[in-house]
């Protein structure tokens, strides 16, 4: 901590850089779960799963940490071409001290920037250019990040709960089927869900559903 006092108290025009450099650093940090979370399409997949665990009715099952894990896992799978960019073109140059921290942040938005408009709609994207009174960007790099990660944000949103409705209706139709079952037989005081849950659950395991709607996940971002 006194090293890191005396960094300031120096008049060393590098030691102060270097201070500065470790502040930048520190505050990426502590907005690393931010920038993952709507950066990356974490959003769109933990959505997406959990969705299936409520149109399943299973409660908390899959656990959250499941869920997130495999959420954070399949982050990374599809996010590896972007992170290869980025760890190419910017830290591993930075590394080397070739370019310095400025050229970096700008060459490893670059990467990040090409994902999130490739799956950001035009009119969200210009929702935020035009309340920020901002010109039309003339190319990706143009996009300022300030209004491309909400844009995408909101995409992501308005994605997930589409792929979310579509995994809805078989489910909804087995719990109107055993609904309407049981209000003919009389048997209004119980729960259909209880009778459901394992046609549910037995539907879910003979399709595969974890394989499908993995596979609809990752073709969603091709």
């Not at 099952?61 to 760890?87: D, H, K, R, S």
């Amino acid at each position: 901590m006194n090293e890191f006092v005396n960094m300031f108290s120096e008049n060393d025009p590098e030691a102060i850089s270097t201070a500065v450099q470790l502040l930048i650093l520190l505050t990426v940090l502590t907005l690393a779960p931010s920038i993952l979370i709507l950066m990356t399409c974490f959003t769109r997949i933990v959505i997406v799963l959990s969705f299936v665990r409520t149109s399943l009715a299973t409660q908390q099952m899959p656990p959250n940490q499941v869920l997130i894990g495999l959420a954070l896992f399949l982050t990374f799978f599809i996010m590896a071409p972007t992170f290869y960019e980025v760890n190419e073109q910017a830290l591993q140059p930075l590394f080397n001290e070739e370019i310095s921290l400025e050229e970096a942040y700008d060459e490893a938005s670059i990467p990040f920037k090409e994902f999130m408009s490739q799956h950001t709609r035009q009119q969200d994207l210009a929702l935020f250019l035009d309340y920020s009174g901002a010109e039309r960007p003339q190319s990706i790099e143009d996009i300022p990040l300030t209004a491309l990660v909400p844009a995408f944000a909101i995409s992501e949103l308005k994605t997930a709960f589409q792929m979310g409705f579509m995994i809805f209706i078989p489910f909804l139709v087995i719990d109107m089927a055993v609904a309407s079952v049981l209000m003919s037989m009389g048997m209004m005081m119980l729960p259909p869900v209880m009778i459901s849950l394992p046609f549910k659950v037995l539907l879910f395991v003979i399709v595969d559903g974890w394989y499908l709607i993995t596979h609809s996940i990752l073709e969603s971002y091709i």
